[in-house]
Each structure stands twice: as C-alpha cells, then as structure tokens.
Nanobody, 125 residues
C-alpha cells in the first residue's frame, strides 16, 4: 500500500522558517519525481517544487524560487522542503505528491499518481 506522510507543518511568523518532510513507502521511490503542492482557502492546488529522485534535479515555481529548497534522501525514502523567508501568502495546506518521473508540471496535477494527506502551514504577519 502506498503511503506519503507529511510532517513539519505548523505556525510561524513572517520571515521565519519551516522544514516539511515527506516519508514515502509502498512504491519504488526513485521511480518517481516527488513534488510539493499547496492549496490555500478558496484557491486551486498548485505545485511549488519537485525533485527528480533519480538524478536529484530540482524544480521550483517562481513564487518560491530563492526561498524554498527541496532535497531528497533516497536511503530514507524521504523528501524535504526547507522553507525560508516565509510570507503570509505561503499559508496553505501542503501536500506531498508522487509524480511521473521527470515531470516538472507544477501548474497542474495531471502527472500526480499518489497524494499525501497534507500538512498545514500558517504564516502570521
């Protein structure tokens, strides 16, 4: 059975940092790109970053470039999202997703094959 389990969400002040973790099981980890999507209240879910676990290449949405860093520990089947200089507009539920390997499609969930349950990130002003 496939599991993607997010952890590390919480409440932080603007300008602060959080690190999200996504622990994967039930599938061959490096056969997928792992991504982070987020959904704010009343808005569509959009991708913010993804990483090709086969070659380690990252990809970022323009809104988080320079502030967020994605990394992968293949030995632990875990992907991390380090979020710095957080802004109130980063407030959302963050979802881990297993995507088609090599996909960088962050504007749609078309290439997502599995979803995590989500983790709330709240940035106060």
């Amino acid at each position: 059975e496939v599991h993607l389990v997010e952890s590390g969400g919480g409440l932080v002040q603007a300008g602060g940092s959080l690190r999200l973790s996504c622990a994967a099981s039930g599938f061959t980890f490096d056969d997928y790109t792992i991504g982070w999507f987020r959904q704010a209240p009343g808005k569509e879910r959009r991708g913010v970053s993804c990483i090709n676990t086969s070659d380690g290449s990252p990809h970022y949405a323009d809104s988080v470039k320079g502030r967020f860093t994605i990394s992968s520990d293949n030995a632990k089947n875990t992907v991390y999202l380090e979020m710095n200089s957080l802004k109130p507009e980063d407030t959302a539920v963050y979802y881990c997703a297993a995507m088609v390997l090599g996909s960088t499609w962050l504007y749609t969930d078309y290439d997502v094959r599995y979803w995590g349950q989500g983790a709330q990130v709240t940035v106060s002003s």
